[in-house]
């Protein structure tokens, strides 16, 4: 852990090396990736199951690809009635934030007589990669699945390796409206949803966490199908004052330190004793988590403590970029409307970042790496598309038709400028 303090000569160039740290970046898998994606593309099935058995399970067949509808329903029945309603109780509130979020339609007529407009339309199918093993987590298939869901995306097929099929996972599924489920993980998933692989049809979008060899497939296969984003370890920093409890705010940077030893979380305070209390109680803390072995590798790589005046905050809190930003402060808003680039922004001492991931009902899949100075959380814009309609008759065609001709000739499109100059009764 790192501590920073503004008032210090060299704290700019300090944090400014800190800010530019590249975390979470492995060694190049891109040519490993290439080859599975490449026989994927090419030999379909046959080279899926042939990495399949060789990184997932050496016993799955074509048979047991698929989960079935029985296994679904037989799984998400043994999930505990209590996270069951859990699980419900965030797909309502995920789907109607969601569904606020939806465009409409706009037809009008201009001052030249053109009817203009655009009409929104759902991807047809899209996939979704939910990762195996520790990281195989309801929230995951809600945060992607139900927004797929509301924008009204007919096919939403599901992959994830096997032994990911937590009773807690299938409930999710089944109350986010996934319409497929297959034992599949890796690079060699992306491909075969991307392209195609006997029984897996290829959608039109792919969204979803996973590990570096997942990313990299999904940049591959980009162009073929879209992708959400190319995401990162996760992170957090949290703008708190003297008034906190600080085993609150311990908590709050555990939350994101836990899910990898890369993730990143960092303090901002004005409270330099405050620090202190919550630098010990994150210890204590430390001691008693589960995950505290990743929680701590975090911490004590990529967590900082900057000792700054709040009114500072918003300007370092645009430099870092971070995926969660909470304000836990008196009258947040006063310093969070400044904040130009966040993935989630959480305002107040009773609004954790936990909430966003679970049940608040936005979306938990937010930029990373800073990318949040370029780019927005997942939404239902990431399931829907926007086609253009121009309506012309004579009259409005013989005001655009002119400049049109001019144009395309200044261009040297000979073809383009006769498509309209015929019409005009030039050619």
Partial sequence: ????????????????????????????VEAVVREVVDAVRTEGLEGLMRFARKFDDPALTEATLRVSAEEIAEGAARCPA?????????ALRIRAYHERQRPQDMRFTDEAGVELGWRWTALEAVGIYVPGGRAAY?????????????????????????????????AAAKAAGVTEIWRIGGAQAVAALAYGAGPIQPVDKIVGPGNAYVTAAK????????????????EI???ADGANDPAWIAADLLSQAEHDPDAQSILITDDEAFAGKVEAALAEQLRALSTGEDAAASWRDHGAVIIAPLEESPQLVNRI?????????????RLAD???HAGAIFLGRHAPEAVGDYV???????????????????????????TSIIKCDQAAFEVLGPPTVALAEAEGLPAHARSAAIRLGRG
């Fill in 1 to 28: 852990m790192r501590r920073f303090r503004f008032s210090d000569p060299d704290f700019q160039d300090r944090f400014s090396a800190f800010v530019d740290e590249r975390r979470g970046m492995p060694a190049d």
């Fill in 82 to 90: 209590e996270v069951r309603e859990a699980i419900d109780f965030a």
């Fill in 138 to 170: 309801p929230s995951t298939v809600l945060m992607n699945a139900v927004p797929a869901a509301a924008a009204g995306v007919e096919r939403i097929a599901m992959v994830t390796p096997p032994g990911g099929l937590k009773p807690a996972v299938l």
């Fill in 219 to 234: 940049r591959q296969v980009y162009g073929v199908v879209g992708i959400d984003a190319m995401a990162g370890p996760s």
């Fill in 237 to 239: 920093v949290v703008v």
């Fill in 321 to 333: 970029a971070p995926e969660h930003v909470e304000f836990a402060v008196e009258a947040p808003e």
């Fill in 338 to 340: 400044r904040v130009r």
């Fill in 360 to 386: 608040a009902g936005s979306n938990h899949v937010l930029p990373t790496s800073r990318a949040a100075r370029f780019s927005s959380g997942l939404s239902l814009f990431d399931f829907i598309k926007r």
